[in-house]
């Protein structure tokens, strides 16, 4: 077991733990030297960083490419390497990815779905191979699974997140996100389960540590941001600015 992985894991019940998404080399040089625990490479980039209308689109040749770099930038936090859609759909299949992401310099990799991907994690838990499984709303189904809303708001959707939430721990994952649902449910499931969890738009408090989209964060994709987001600048804004700023002084030398 990778010992940052493992130190992770011994803060259930202690210090709230903190995952921020990055891309490429200088995001994730600068949060990992701001001290984040976990970085996710997240497929996510396939809307912020590479203007695609969602997450479906991301080949694993993309996570290669920037798995890569944010590997080469992180000293401290542990990097997780989410795995594209359709790159898990058999056990051998996402074994074959898993290696792939670990080659370029994954510490963990990240697969959508509970109960429908225990014997895909298994597959890859049992190659050694740490494993963040994600429950909940699962942006890469968000199209056949009723859009972007709240899941867990009905009884039997809570059970069933409670069961992919075991499902998950059987299959030997360290840590779950546990994106965009009911916060009395994301509670329940984090007093329930032994690994970590990560919450996002799941409430404050109520999981073990959260996760963030590093645009979201910081403002720097303006043109989306989700309701939960909590942004602490304005990137975009000082982008803006600054570009402004150039063109006036082109345009107007002293
Ligand atoms: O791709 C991503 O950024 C994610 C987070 C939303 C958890 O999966």
Redesign the pocket.
Known sequence: MNSKIAAIIARKGHTPVSEL?AYDYPTARLVDEAGVDMI?V????GMVMLGYPD?THVTLAHMLHHVEAVARAAQHAVVIA?MPIHTYDTPEQALATAHALMAVGADAV?L?GGAAMEAQIRAITQAGIPVQG?IGLL?QKVREDGGYRMRGKTDEEAAALMRDMEAVVRAGAFSV?I?CTKHSVAKAITEACPIITIG?GAGRGTCDGE?A?FHDLVGGYPWFTPSFARPKANIAGEITRAVKEYIAEVRQPE
């Open positions: 998404t996710l997240g497929d996510s980039l997450t989410d990240k959508e994600h942006p996100v994106e996002i996760v989209v």
